[in-house]
């Protein structure tokens, strides 16, 4: 079965560093990937999504992604993060196919401290 | 942009009665919908697939006859938890599926709804 890990469930990190958030996918062809940051008590929203246009994706919020088919990953990153970015960030995979389901990983907590 | 609305944000009910969600896609169509419950600290979990017009698709071990959905337009989805227990008590997100196939199509997300049941 396919599956998402995200490796570290909780990251911290000091305001103005760089911060990388760990993703993993299993899939035997190259699966849409996404990134979604939920804040407390909020919806998810879409970071970026990589789709095989480039392997390096750019999002909103000053977040990118790199996308490694011989390492299977998705790694999350931003130069310079701010207290505002402190969330909840999912790692999501879409495999193909018609259903439209989404695998999610485990979310990893980045906790951005003054 | 892409935006979906859930209402309500926040319910308090008595355990044994039901209470009806809304997911609406407020600028586009979605002929599906998703349904997803997220405990404290943890991933969301799939629950069911709405599809417009038809029958919704549960997860295994999702009770249907406890989890009512109905996707009666293509900016409508409802969940309506009947007979509601304090275990039911959770965060309620919907999803709406934006675009074609493949490459297109990505999922937007509501802003959930807290459960509590007492």
């Known amino acids: 079965a396919q599956s998402v890990t995200q490796l570290g469930s909780h990251v911290s990190v000091s305001e103005g560093a760089l911060v990388l958030l760990r993703c993993n996918y299993s899939?035997?062809?190259?699966?849409?990937l996404f990134w979604y940051v939920q804040y407390p008590n909020q919806g998810l929203q879409l970071l970026l999504k990589y789709t095989s246009a480039a392997t390096l994706v750019k999002g909103i919020n000053g977040f990118e992604a790199e996308f490694n088919k011989s390492q299977t990953s998705f790694h999350l990153r931003k130069p310079s993060v701010h207290i505002s970015d402190t969330a909840e960030y999912f790692c999501?995979?879409?495999?193909?196919?018609?259903?439209?389901?989404?695998?999610f990983g485990q979310g990893t907590t980045l906790q951005v401290k003054p | 942009g892409a935006v979906v609305s859930q209402h309500p944000s926040r319910v308090i009910c008595k355990s044994g009665t039901s209470v009806k969600i809304e997911c609406r896609s407020l600028?586009?169509?979605?002929?599906?919908m998703f349904w997803y419950r997220q405990f404290p600290k943890q991933s969301l979990m799939l629950m069911a697939t709405s599809n417009e017009g038809s029958k919704a698709t549960y997860e295994q071990g999702v009770e249907k006859d406890k989890f009512l959905i109905n996707h009666a337009s293509l900016t409508l989805s409802t969940l309506t938890v009947t007979s509601a227990h304090p275990e039911d008590s959770s965060f309620y997100i919907c999803?709406?599926?934006?675009?074609?196939?493949?490459?297109?199509?990505?999922?937007?997300f509501g802003p959930g709804t807290r459960l509590l049941v007492l």
């Open positions: 999803s709406a599926r934006k675009g074609g196939r493949g490459a297109q199509e990505t999922q937007y």
């Open positions: 600028d586009f169509q979605a002929t599906t």
């Open positions: 899939s035997s062809v190259p699966p849409y």
């Open positions: 999501a995979s879409h495999p193909g196919g018609n259903t439209g389901k989404l695998i």
